[in-house]
């Protein structure tokens, strides 16, 4: 859980640096949301098949020992 949770907050922050950084070296300090939004949709993006990438191949039963940790 605390892995998950992590990187999430990982992710998360990975966004708003990657904003941050569009808007002050390449912007001239100002960022529209649809830019910013575009940004946030790519890394989203990436975050999500990374994850099911580690679900089909890394770890293929973790709905099964998730199940069977909560019902004990």
Same mark, same amino acid.
């Given at each position: *859980? =605390? =892995?998950? !949770?992590? /990187? *999430?907050? %990982? &992710?998360?922050?990975? %966004? !708003? $640096? &990657? $904003?941050? +950084? !569009?808007? #002050?070296?390449?912007?001239?300090? +100002?960022? /529209?949301?649809?830019? &910013?939004?575009?940004? @946030?949709? %790519? @890394? /989203? +993006? *990436?975050? $999500? %098949?990374?994850? &099911?990438? $580690? ?5 293929? #039963?973790?709905? #099964?020992? !998730? ?6």
């Amino acid at each position: *859980m =605390v =892995v998950g !949770y992590l /990187s *999430m907050l %990982i &992710a998360f922050f990975t %966004i !708003y $640096v &990657a $904003v941050k +950084t !569009y808007r #002050d070296k390449y912007n001239n300090g +100002t960022v /529209s949301f649809g830019k &910013a939004l575009i940004i @946030a949709l %790519i @890394a /989203s +993006t *990436m975050y $999500v %098949i990374a994850w &099911a990438f $580690v679900y089909k191949f890394i770890m293929p #039963d973790f709905w #099964d020992n !998730y199940a069977e940790h909560m019902l004990k």
